[in-house]
């Protein structure tokens, strides 16, 4: 049986990100594991990703709060570029033994972004991939 105590939650700053924490807290939980809740800019500009930094560092901290409130030790990531190569690049940098993410999470041009992001990594993800989409 594999035993996930450092699971790598990729987080797109939507709705859809309660359902991923609602769908991996228990296991968390249960295992005794540590979140570590990763976002990936995505800008074109500096001053772009300076602000889409610190707007999603207000949103995962707030997720990571609730989290440790509710007994799950949890961290935040926040990488800049492409979501595909940042997330590859955070699963090769780090011991990360289980990769949770949604199918996607926006309307419909961040679903064509977001669905091919999960469609690919599936091929080149190096452990196991948890997808969950999300029922709206």
């Known amino acids: 049986m594999f035993v996930y105590k450092n699971i790598l939650v990729a987080i797109d700053c939507s709705e859809v990100d309660t359902i991923i924490l609602n769908h991996v807290s228990p296991l968390a939980l249960k295992l005794d594991a540590t979140l570590h809740l990763l976002h990936v800019v995505h800008s074109h500009t500096l001053d772009q990703d300076r602000f889409l930094r610190d707007q999603s560092l207000s949103i995962l901290e707030g997720y990571r709060k609730k989290l440790e409130e509710n007994g799950i030790d949890a961290h935040v990531v926040i990488r800049s570029g492409e979501p595909e190569i940042e997330i590859l690049n955070e699963i090769g940098e780090h011991r990360y033994d289980l990769l949770a993410m949604a199918t996607h999470g926006h309307r419909l041009p961040g679903r064509i972004m977001f669905g091919s992001v999960s469609r690919s990594l599936r ?4 452990i ?8 709206q």
């Open 123 to 126: 091929e080149k993800i190096t």
């Open 128 to 135: 196991p991939l948890l997808l969950i989409r999300p029922v």
